[in-house]
C-alpha cells in the first residue's frame, strides 16, 4: 500500500503544501510532479484524490502539490502564470531532484509544458484536458471554451454552486458525491476565493503553440470526449504539434478524465512513466 503524507515547504518564503506518495518504506521510484488546474476549488487532493495513491502504488515517487492560492499553500503577491511557472521551478529545485516526469490537468498542463520545454531534468510529459495549452480550435470549438471560461468566472461559494459546477466536470455524475462537492467547495472559499478573483485580473498565459515542435520528452495527451470546454479536436490539433507524442481519448469521460476513468488513467500513466 501507498504510504501518503502532507507535507510543507517553504518555497520563495511562500508556504507550500503538497502530498508525496510511494510505495515502500523510501521513495525509490521515479518522482512525478503532478499539477492540478485552476477551475474553482482546485488542489492537489481536489484534482488527484483517484490518482495519487494507485500511481504510488504502480511504482511512482508521486508529488503533488498546490500552486499559490490553491488548497493549503499561502495567497502569494503576485498572481500571473509567470509567477505559477517560477514558483513550481523553485519548488522541484527546493525539492532537490535531479530528473522527474511531469503531469498537469487542464491549466496545470500549461504548466507542465512550460517545465519541460525547459527543464532538461524531465523525462516524461503527460498532458490532461488542456484549453489553456490547446489552439483555439474551430468557431464553434472557440464558442464552447469561452462558454466554459464563463461558466468557472461566474462561480460564487456555495456547495449547490459548487455541485452545478462538479456535474459539468465530470461525466460520471455518480462520483460527484456530498463528500466530493464539500471538500471541493471548503478549497473554493475564504481566501482562495479572494485568490480566485486577483487571478482574473492577472495577464492571461502566452500562447507557445510555436514552441511545442521543439519539445523533447515523450508525451502522452488524454482527453474526455464530453468534456465541455476543451473539445477533443483541439486536443487532436495539440497532439500533432509534438515531435513525439501519443494520445488517449476516452469515449465515457469529460474534462477530469483522471477521476471519470481512474482505473483505466491510472494504469496507462503508470505504463507510460514506468
Request: charged share 20%.
Amino acid at each position: 500500500m501507498a504510504k501518503l503524507t502532507h507535507r510543507e515547504i517553504n518555497v520563495n518564503d511562500l508556504p507550500t503544501h503538497y502530498v508525496r506518495a510511494y510505495n515502500g518504506r523510501a521513495a525509490s521510484g521515479t518522482p512525478v510532479i503532478v499539477i492540478h488546474g485552476g477551475a474553482p476549488g482546485a488542489c492537489a487532493m481536489v484534482n488527484w484524490g483517484r490518482n495519487i495513491a494507485d500511481l504510488a502504488d504502480g511504482g511512482l515517487d508521486v508529488i503533488a502539490y498546490d500552486q499559490p492560492g490553491y488548497g493549503g499553500t499561502a495567497n502569494p503577491t503576485d498572481y500571473s502564470m509567470d509567477y505559477r511557472i517560477q514558483h513550481a521551478n523553485a519548488f522541484i529545485d527546493a525539492l532537490g531532484l535531479d530528473r522527474f516526469h511531469v503531469m498537469g490537468n487542464s491549466q496545470g498542463a500549461y504548466l507542465a509544458a512550460r517545465i519541460a520545454l525547459d527543464d532538461p531534468r524531465v523525462l516524461r510529459l503527460v498532458l490532461v484536458s488542456s484549453g489553456t495549452l490547446a489552439p483555439p480550435g474551430s468557431p464553434e470549438a472557440q464558442a464552447i471554451g469561452r462558454a466554459h471560461a464563463q461558466a468557472l468566472r461566474a462561480y460564487e461559494p456555495g456547495l449547490e454552486n459548487m455541485r452545478t459546477l462538479s456535474m459539468g466536470t465530470l461525466y460520471n455524475k455518480e462520483l460527484v458525491t456530498d463528500a466530493f462537492v464539500q471538500l471541493r467547495y471548503e478549497m473554493s472559499v475564504g481566501r482562495l476565493h479572494d485568490a480566485s478573483i486577483e487571478r482574473r485580473k492577472a495577464q492571461r498565459p502566452v500562447p507557445i503553440f510555436g514552441e511545442l515542435g521543439k519539445m523533447r520528452p515523450q508525451t502522452l495527451l488524454l482527453s474526455g470526449l464530453h468534456d465541455a470546454g476543451v473539445p477533443v479536436e483541439r486536443t487532436i490539433s495539440l497532439f500533432e504539434l509534438f515531435p513525439h507524442a501519443e494520445l488517449h481519448v476516452f469515449s465515457d469521460a469529460a474534462h477530469w478524465v483522471q477521476w471519470d476513468q481512474a482505473d483505466r488513467f491510472n494504469a496507462l500513466v503508470s505504463a507510460f512513466l514506468a
